[in-house]
């Protein structure tokens, strides 16, 4: 065990910016392909104007020990991949039996969950809701709105990530822009 040392982290709502900056990662269009319903709309737009960048995270840097907490901020740009509205890649935690717990700081997003044996559930999130991840739920933001969509998160160390289940399996849900509107809707290649 580590002592680790207590600090403070002022976090912007509007944009998820930590200071000061700790750890930081983007996830452009290009490491999206694999999770997107329409492949061939990512390659088209890759093609045409580039890498864009789909969503960042801001998150501090904690050892993987029994009881720290890691934490950090999501900022989901607006935009949509062949009508698909942006989303974070989504997973499964590794330890299925570890939960979390998210927070909305700006903006409009949809939190999309699921579970091994069928079970969905989307849930809106604005500034100021707060979110429960129970165990053993796949879980997925998106950006419904037409500014950054921002939420804060927090879970267990020893959690881990499970992308590839969602990366083979796909979402049962997917959420489309109709007539400038966010609707869910089954996914027809979900396996
Ligand atoms: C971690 C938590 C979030 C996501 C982040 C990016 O357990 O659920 O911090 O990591 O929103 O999403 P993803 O699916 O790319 O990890
Ligand atoms: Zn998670």
Avoid at 50 to 77: A, F, K, N, S, W
Avoid at 104 to 114: A, E, I
Wanted: a negative charge; charged letters at 25%; hydrophobic letters at 35%.
């Amino acid at each position: 065990m580590t002592l680790t040392q207590p600090f403070v982290t002022e976090v912007d709502f509007a944009s998820g910016v930590f200071s000061p900056r700790r750890g930081v990662y983007q996830r452009r269009l290009s490491d999206m392909i694999g999770m997107v319903a329409d492949p061939e709309a990512a390659a088209r737009i890759l093609e045409s104007e580039g890498d864009r960048l789909i969503y960042e995270v801001h998150t501090v840097e904690l050892p993987v020990e029994e009881g720290q907490i890691p934490h950090c901020t999501t900022r989901i740009l607006p935009g949509t991949i062949g009508g698909e509205c942006h989303m974070t890649k989504g997973h499964y935690h590794a330890r299925r039996e570890q939960g979390e717990v998210y927070f909305g700081l700006s903006g409009r997003g949809l939190l999309l969950l699921q579970t091994a044996e069928g079970e969905t559930s989307e849930l809106e999130m604005t500034a100021g809701s707060a979110a429960y991840v129970p165990p053993y739920w796949a879980h997925r933001t998106v950006n419904i709105g037409a500014e950054d969509f921002v939420f804060f998160s927090v879970w267990e160390a020893r959690a881990g990530h499970d992308y590839g289940t969602i990366e083979r399996d796909g979402f049962r849900k997917l959420v489309v822009l109709r007539d400038g509107e966010a609707v869910v809707v089954d996914n027809p290649k979900y396996a």
